[in-house]
């Protein structure tokens, strides 16, 4: 595997992993409502994303907007309903996951994020004419078999998890699509769709701005480091990467995920739940054979003496 194609693969590991700690700051922010997190979360990640882009991505910003103004109209009104289709599906997910963090269970949000890999890259087959070898359908089974052995708990868990997993599995596979816009500039829209969209719901719900400097933090560290910066990584990922491939490394979130719940929460664990994550990273290890076995290659080869 080239560098090249190895920085889109880092980004990919780094931000589903750091989506696995997600529930340490929603925990801390459980005495508050689902919409009051997810309305200063958007409102927080929007003015620091803009921030950002204004200071110091003008030109990426100015070339994005000549690149969209060069396309013919169905090429242009393609784009903008594709964004704003992301916008929605991404707000819904963020939303329900919230939801089902402090309201449902920590389990369903996790099984969400097992889901979501075999929809995007079943997804990515039939939609975007993804090739799947062999090794990696058989990777896909080993993860069917591991959502089935979860499965076996509560339907309310199962058909939130699907709910959830189906919109951001969506979302993916729409961000594959648009590859030639830049992606932060991308994910500041998106934001942009989403604050539209939570707006009325703000209003409606709006009693006073909360001043305990503990939930601003927990705002804040939401909005950086569990927003911006893996949102961010995803897509940039899929610049490099099929949408198949980033799906099945989401299956590292419900790995750290799970284990953040055992070690941190110190909920309760059964044997097949570890039989189930076990196989969700034999998934992984076996749908990503090509790019592991290519980095040890990689370290072999700088080990060797004729490289010293």
Known sequence: MTSGRLKYFLAAVTSVSMWGFFSIPLR??????????????????????????LIFKKKDLRNDIEYIRSENPQNRKRIYW???????????????????????SLTSAAFAYMVCPLITAM????????????IKLIAIAIALVSILILA?????????????????????????????IDKLNMLGVQLIISCVIMLPLFIYHFKSIPTD?????????????????????????????????????????????????????????YMYQIYAYVLLVAAVVI???????????????????SNI
């Open 152 to 180: 076996t708990g509560s339907v309310r868990d199962v058909i939130w998890s699907v709910f959830i997993a189906s919109l951001y599995g969506f979302y993916l596979i729409i961000q594959r699509v648009i590859n030639k």
């Open 213 to 269: 400097w503990f939930f601003w933090i927990n705002i804040l560290i939401i909005s950086v480091v569990f927003t911006i910066i893996p949102l961010f990584l995803s897509l940039y990922a899929l610049v490099g990467l099929p949408s198949s491939t980033l799906g099945i490394i989401i299956y590292l979130n419900p790995v750290v995920a799970f284990a953040v719940a055992f070690i941190y929460f110190g909920e309760q664990v």
């Open 123 to 134: 997804g990515g087959f039939l939609i975007l004419k993804e090739h799947l070898s062999p």
């Open 287 to 305: 749908f990503n054979w090509g790019i592991i076995s290519s980095l040890f290659q990689s370290g072999y080869n700088k080990l060797k003496p």
């Open 28 to 53: 801390n922010l459980k005495e508050y409502p689902s919409e009051g997190i997810l309305h200063y979360r958007i409102f927080t990640s929007l003015i620091i994303t803009w921030l950002i882009i």
């Open 82 to 104: 594709l964004t704003l289709a992301a916008g929605v599906l991404i707000t819904g997910n963020w939303f329900s996951f919230i939801y089902a963090v402090n309201h449902v």
